[in-house]
């Protein structure tokens, strides 16, 4: 998107052509199979709910639970504040991608840090 997009905003450096990306991805589905085979016991299941998400018993669901309603808090107010900042700083072209990795960036650290803290 940047590339294509705002390649006259942004410096040369942030510009990454597409299958840059896309390689670790495929390394990734490659490496899936191997791991599946040495640990047979803990197997990485295709699936469309997060592996964050797995719920074994009613303990991890009561952790989750905790840990996604602090992460739902953090949204409310992190989604406002990001559009004001957008709006505020709309002559940098690319802060709503700054904002949109921070917020996923805060999102998974929180969650972690919450199930880190009762585990």
Known sequence: ??????AAHIPDWLVVDSMVL?????IMMAVIPVY???HPQNRIKP??????LREEDE???WLTFKATRK???FFAFAIPTG???????HHI?????????????????IYWFQMKRFS
């Open 1 to 6: 998107m940047l590339g294509d997009h705002y």
């Open 22 to 26: 896309g390689i670790p991805i495929l």
């Open 36 to 38: 599946n085979r040495r």
């Open 47 to 52: 699936s469309m709910i997060p592996m964050e």
């Open 59 to 61: 303990g991890m669901q």
């Open 71 to 73: 992460v739902y808090i």
């Open 83 to 89: 559009i004001a900042l957008t709006a505020y700083l």
């Open 93 to 109: 072209p690319y802060v709503p991608i700054i904002l949109l990795i921070g917020m996923g960036v805060v999102q998974y650290l």
